[in-house]
């Protein structure tokens, strides 16, 4: 990825992480990417289950 930076082309980075994932790692994570020199970060997300809660 640094090299397609220092040709100038900028990729996207696309981060997928769940709930049992913390938070700290994701973080790191963005801080390394950044370090590369790319800008362009994507959260990933797929629908999960909803939990309804119910009306009082």
């Known amino acids: ?5 220092t040709r100038g082309e900028q990729p996207t980075v696309e981060l997928r992480a ?5 938070y700290q790692h994701v973080v790191r994570l ?11 970060i994507s959260f ?5 289950k909803v939990e309804e809660t119910p009306a009082e």
């Open 1 to 5: 990825m640094r090299q397609q930076v």
């Open 18 to 22: 769940d709930g049992d994932l913390a």
């Open 44 to 48: 990933v997300t797929e629908p999960g």
């Open 30 to 40: 963005m801080a390394l990417v950044q370090n590369t020199g790319i800008t362009k």
